[in-house]
């Protein structure tokens, strides 16, 4: 009996710790389902940038980009294809931005791995980010850094 309450306790503590992407994986927080496998799942975004923005994950939590391992990401990716021709094909999009956030200083607010698959349509208003120049020598400083 004792060992039941633990148990029964360490899950909803389990619970109540997951992250919100975990627990849509879940299907104890409901979202609009686009298509799903053993690995990976992807959703509509509760706030799109344009409609029929997606979000792609996978069904395992890896914080970001650099965790996850190479089998894992190649379903990832290969969903990500996958849902970007569904948007041309089905929605009529012209094209489409893929994004991936890695940290808060980069924009993450979830901190479970996800790419967003924003569709694009003509006047929607959306620009591209803005371009700065180098500084003389800092390109070269940085070759240095990444190279070393
Ligand atoms: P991030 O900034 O982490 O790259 O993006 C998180 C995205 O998740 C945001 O675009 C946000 O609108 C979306 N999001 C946050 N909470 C939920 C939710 O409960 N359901 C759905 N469908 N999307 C969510
Ligand atoms: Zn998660």
Redesign the pocket.
């Known amino acids: 009996m004792r060992l039941d309450g633990n148990r029964i306790r360490s899950r909803r503590i389990k619970l109540i710790n997951m992250c919100?992407f975990c627990k849509?994986i879940n299907q104890e927080?409901p979202?609009?389902r686009v298509y799903e496998d053993d690995k990976v799942l992807a959703?509509?975004?509760?706030?799109p940038v344009n409609p029929g923005?997606i979000?792609v994950l996978p069904k395992i939590h890896y914080q970001n980009f650099e965790d996850i391992n190479e089998t894992d990401l190649s379903a990832l990716i290969l969903t990500v294809k996958k849902i970007g021709k569904l948007l041309k094909d089905k929605l009529g999009v012209d094209g489409y931005n893929v994004h991936?956030?890695n940290n808060p200083i980069a924009?993450?607010?979830?901190p479970h791995l996800?790419f967003?698959i924003i569709p694009r349509y003509a006047g929607d208003g959306l620009g591209h980010w803005p371009g700065k120049s180098y500084q003389p020598g800092e390109a070269e400083e940085i070759i240095k850094k990444l190279k070393n």
């Open positions: 919100i849509i927080i979202c609009y959703f509509l975004d509760i706030e923005h979000l991936e956030n924009g993450q607010e979830i996800h967003h």
